[in-house]
């Protein structure tokens, strides 16, 4: 023992630290094991705590192809695409714009021809000496004005002799019933646009309400709320309400700008009927002047006899 010197105690300590990290991996690694993997006794506990449930299937998604939904979204791929009962109402949406445009087309030119001929007649009655004058210079003539010309002058006739104010009240009593038929006559027409303007919005709402209806049964019956199943409905539905709007907004405004010019029209009739009268008045007082005598009358007296 006292020949063991200093080598001998440093390999005995060299032996005791490699057992020693020896037993230290070997407490790592069945830690790390037990950590991973339970214990026999674990699995049992469990068993025993709480029973076996199996697992529930997933619900299955229906999948809907790319090809089975409508990939046509533009405006007439959607009417295409839509229920009965909607393209009947989009149809008729389709009709009334095109009746509004077609009244806004004859309506404006007529308007702008009757106004000119207005014009034109207060023009020649301002400048006519008489009603005599104004009836020759409406002789070949067609319209209001030149009726109101004809119907003064034939009252004038068929009431010679008669006294002036019965002449007068006939006549402006002929005279507003011509200028409320002109009025009548250029307002047909009117009527259709606003009715259009009235009433187009709601038709495209109920092809709407319809359309959005059927989309909703479509969900119940696939059992599906994707919105790529959904959506093309919906527009469907909503274009109608779109076609509504198109159809009532311009009708609206042509109403509106017809309305100003026809009673822009009734007011240059009123004043041609007011200068027809003023010609009659002036004509009936030229008749009731007393008629001059240029030289008096001259009795011969009979000489006497011789």
């Known amino acids: 023992m006292a020949r063991r010197g200093p080598c001998g105690l440093l390999r005995r300590s060299l032996l005791a630290k490699a057992f020693a990290a020896l037993c230290v991996s070997m407490a790592f690694c069945a830690a790390s094991a037990q950590a991973q993997s339970p214990t026999s006794d674990e699995p049992a506990a469990a068993?025993?705590?709480?029973p076996a449930v199996e697992p529930k299937p997933a619900p299955r998604a229906e999948v809907f192809l790319p090809s089975a939904l409508?990939?046509?979204?533009?405006?007439?791929?959607?009417?295409?695409?839509?229920?009965?009962?909607?393209?009947?109402?989009?149809?008729?949406?389709?009709?009334?714009?095109?009746?509004?445009?077609?009244?806004?087309?004859?309506k404006s030119i007529e308007l702008w021809t009757a106004?000119?001929?207005?014009?034109?007649?207060?023009?020649?009655?301002?400048h006519a000496a008489s009603l005599r004058a104004a009836e020759?210079?409406?002789?070949?003539?067609?319209?209001?004005?030149?009726?109101?010309?004809?119907?003064?002058a034939g009252e004038l006739d068929r009431s010679a002799g008669l006294p002036q104010d019965g002449?007068?009240?006939?006549?402006?009593?002929?005279?507003?019933?011509?200028?409320?038929?002109?009025?009548?006559?250029?307002?047909?027409g009117t009527g259709v646009l606003a009715t259009i303007g009235a009433t187009a919005p709601f038709v495209g709402l109920f092809g709407t309400v319809w359309g959005i209806m059927n989309s909703f049964i479509g969900i119940s019956k696939t059992n599906t709320t994707n919105l790529a199943v959904v959506a093309p409905g919906i527009a469907e539905a909503l274009l109608a309400t779109a076609m509504g709007l198109v159809a009532a907004i311009p009708a609206v405004v042509i109403y509106n700008v017809f309305a100003r010019a026809i009673t822009g029209y009734r007011a240059q009739l009123a004043d041609a009927s007011a200068e027809v009268l003023r010609h009659l008045s002036r004509d009936l007082d030229r008749e009731a002047l007393p008629r001059r005598k240029d030289e008096s009358q001259i009795v011969p007296m009979r000489q006497p006899a011789e």
């Open 167 to 188: 002449v007068k009240e006939r006549a402006v009593a002929l005279l507003s019933r011509i200028e409320a038929r002109a009025g009548r006559s250029i307002t047909q």
């Open 115 to 126: 106004k000119q001929s207005a014009r034109r007649g207060l023009e020649t009655l301002a």
């Open 70 to 106: 409508p990939h046509d979204l533009s405006p007439w791929g959607m009417f295409r695409n839509a229920d009965p009962l909607v393209k009947i109402v989009m149809v008729g949406l389709a009709f009334a714009s095109f009746a509004t445009w077609t009244v806004w087309l004859a």
């Open 47 to 50: 068993s025993m705590a709480a």
């Open 136 to 152: 020759k210079e409406f002789a070949e003539t067609r319209g209001p004005v030149a009726q109101f010309v004809s119907a003064a």
